[in-house]
């Protein structure tokens, strides 16, 4: 059973930092990226952050570039996304997923489930 479980959202006040953590089981890792999304109130579903396990390189959207970092602990399975210097408009619904290569092609394999981000101003 394919599992990606998204974890460590909550509410922040501006300009504070949160963690997320993406847990990935029951797939071939070797064929998969695993990418970081958003849903906002309103809005479509973006990409916003993604890394290659493979080689660990990795991609952000202009707009969390300098305040969000992906990595990957394989030994976990987990793949992270710090979160620095937070705005309001980064409020959403984050969601992690096994996205095919290149990463940034957003192509999704496998869902996971989202955790909410809030932003406080």
């Known amino acids: 059973e394919v599992q990606l479980q998204a974890s460590g959202g909550g509410l922040v006040q501006a300009g504070g930092s949160l963690r997320l953590s993406c847990a990935a089981s029951?797939?071939?890792?070797?064929?998969?990226?695993i990418g970081w999304f958003r849903q906002a109130p309103g809005k479509e579903r973006e990409g916003v952050s993604c890394?290659?396990?493979?080689?660990?390189?990795?991609y952000y959207v202009d707009s969390v570039k300098g305040r969000f970092t992906i990595s990957s602990d394989n030994a976990k399975n987990t793949v992270y996304l710090r979160m620095n210097s937070l705005k309001p408009e980064d409020t959403a619904v984050y969601y992690c997923a096994a996205v095919t290569m290149p990463c940034n092609s957003w192509f999704v394999g496998y869902w996971g489930k989202g955790t909410q981000v809030t932003v406080s101003s």
């Open positions: 029951g797939f071939t890792f070797d064929d998969y990226a």
């Open positions: 890394i290659a396990r493979s080689d660990s390189s990795t």
